[in-house]
């Protein structure tokens, strides 16, 4: 079992930035892949970024060159850095956590891009 608690989102204006947690505990160690999705209203999820244990990443094509995901395995978490928000990333982003029992989601935290 591996829970997953995620912060940091929040309301910021079109251009801005938000940098997103999400921890790890339970059996954390077994964890081979984490990753950021995303819903938007009305939308499917859909894969904003992955980032394997040794560091190899995969980033949607909509959030390349404006998002960083970062990974400290010894804290057992993940960091998205957003940048140059848009209206369109507006949507509750969700924390995935990959093991070979199956895979875990955190609750979500709701980011909102508006003026």
């Known amino acids: 079992q591996v829970q997953l608690v995620e912060s940091g989102g929040g309301l910021v204006q079109p251009g801005g930035s938000l940098r997103l947690s999400c921890a790890a505990s339970g059996s954390a160690f077994s964890i081979s892949v984490m990753g950021w999705y995303r819903r938007a209203p009305g939308k499917q999820r859909e894969l904003v970024a992955t980032?394997?244990?040794?560091?190899?990443?995969n980033y949607a094509d909509s959030v390349k060159g404006r998002f960083t995901i970062s990974r400290d395995n010894a804290k057992n978490a993940i960091y998205l850095q957003m940048n140059s928000l848009k209206a369109e990333d507006t949507a509750v982003y969700y924390c995935?956590?990959?093991?070979?029992?199956?895979?875990?989601w955190g609750q979500g935290t709701q980011v909102t891009v508006s003026s």
């Open positions: 995935y956590a990959e093991l070979l029992a199956g895979g875990y």
């Open positions: 980032i394997t244990r040794g560091s190899t990443i």
